[in-house]
């Protein structure tokens, strides 16, 4: 068991029936170790010993369950140095970004380490004489968590707190391309002052352990984040349990730049929205719908500004943007550069795989010009560090094209007009608004989520998770009269 990673079942850390090498995508001849793969009969073990562990758990008292997340939020943001550089070595993402992602991690379980507390419910007369009614939450059960690899901890973060803040048992699936930080945050939780098994890790392939997960009739709820197809997938094996089912499949933001607007604030908006995070983010700006009248000089300093951008291995201070997280999504990511191409875009800049001297999956930061919304590189999510410009020439216009999508997760103005800021907030179609901010980056107290095929189920985050990981129990009581 020395230098395998284990999985976390039934209380106990143990190997699985493989292994898998976890490398870093900014340099494959960095082994960043083996990590084991949960087996089916693993899987079972740990479900079963689950829901025996959350009718403890359910029972503490509200004060030690509010400590419980309360140090696991405190580890992960004085670790936010040490854990952040592990998540950037797997994941790619610059180390300030992995510095930021384990803090903000953190900053779910202090949150919801204080709702555990808010205990304030609802109660009502009935329309029968002397009957009084409460109405309370309860947790659901046992709750299968399906991260991605694109925010390994903080996804993650994001699903778990609420879901042991609420009383419930959790099993957690990550994403197999980033194990380390999955393994990281169990390692933390698995101190806890928690009964033995409320917490499950199972590593192992999506297709394998995480169908068995999904499929799985002791599941109470599942709560994914990932693609579309294996978000369908992930529902339909949910509705033959009726299973409670959360689901954020990304997107294709877009951010409109005004002709009254800030152009250099446009352009550090669209930069950071477009290319944080490699652009491998379900929030990226992928699509920048800008005025004809500032068109051209927009498009000058955002294309300087791409080209400007230093590309780099993860763990670099100097780098603002790394590799692409593995050798299948760059090839994904060349892929839609020629069929934007194709489709007769005009690659202003980048959009080309990079030789550096390291062994890893680079490439320059691409953007799209002259490039329509109807382009299938405008109507699909790319998840890559690639951006298209589509020109308009009215407000109207510009609002049409930006709920022109199938999708509807978040959207973004850059305007100094407030009537048309006032008009955009209330009239796009997606579950997040930004005005004169990057489409990406959101807070932690309040509610995520979209609309069409980026989110189906309750809201994620603040109060709102409370919907997704509790059940509403309606009591009536007739107390009689005092003899
Ligand atoms: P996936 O949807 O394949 O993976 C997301 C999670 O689901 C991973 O933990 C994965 O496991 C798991 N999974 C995969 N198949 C199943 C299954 N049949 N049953 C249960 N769980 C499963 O996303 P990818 O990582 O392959 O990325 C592909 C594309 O998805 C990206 O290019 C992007 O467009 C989109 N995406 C969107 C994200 C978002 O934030 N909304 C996040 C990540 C991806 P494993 O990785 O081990 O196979």
Known sequence: ????????????????????????????????????????????????????????????????????????GNELMSRAEELGRLLSREEGKPLAEGRGEVFRAGQFFTYYAAECLRQLGENADSVRDGVE???????????????????????????????????????WKPANITPASAVALTEIISRQDIPEGLFSLVMGAGGSVGQHLVEHPSIDAISFTGSVPVGKGIATAAIQNLTKVQMEMGSK????????????????????GAFGGTGQKCTASSRLIVHSSVHDAFVDKLVAGAQAMKVGHALHEATQMGPVVSDQQLQENLDYVALGQAEGGELACGG??????????????????????????????????????????????????????????????VTRDLARATHFRRHARTGVVTVNLPTAGTDYHVPFGGRGDSSYGPREQGKSAAEFYTTVKTAYISAGVPS
């Open 253 to 272: 933001n877009a951010l409109a730049v005004m002709d009254d607007g800030d152009l250099d604030l446009a352009v550090s908006v669209a930069l950071g």
């Open 1 to 72: 068991m020395s230098n395998i990673n284990c999985n976390f079942i039934a209380g106990q850390w143990v190997t699985g029936d493989q292994e898998i090498d976890n490398r870093s995508p900014s340099d494959t001849s960095d082994l960043i170790g083996r990590f084991a793969q949960a087996s089916r009969s693993q899987l079972d073990q740990t479900l079963e010993k689950a829901q025996r562990a959350q009718a403890e758990w359910a029972n503490y008292g509200m004060e030690r369950k509010q400590a419980v997340l309360m140090s696991i």
């Open 133 to 171: 009614i409460d109405v309370r939450r309860e947790p659901v059960g046992v709750v299968a968590i399906v991260s991605p690899w694109n925010f390994p901890t903080a996804t993650a973060s994001w699903k778990i707190a609420p879901a042991l803040c609420y009383g419930n048992a959790v099993v």
């Open 352 to 413: 080309v795989r990079l030789d550096m001297p390291d062994d890893g999956f680079y490439m320059s930061p691409g953007i799209f010009l002259n490039t329509t919304n109807d382009m299938r590189i405008n109507r699909e999510e790319m998840f890559a560090p690639l951006a298209s410009v589509i020109k308009v020439d009215s407000y109207d216009q510009a609002l049409a094209a930006v709920n022109d999508t199938n999708f509807g997760l978040t959207s973004g103005i």
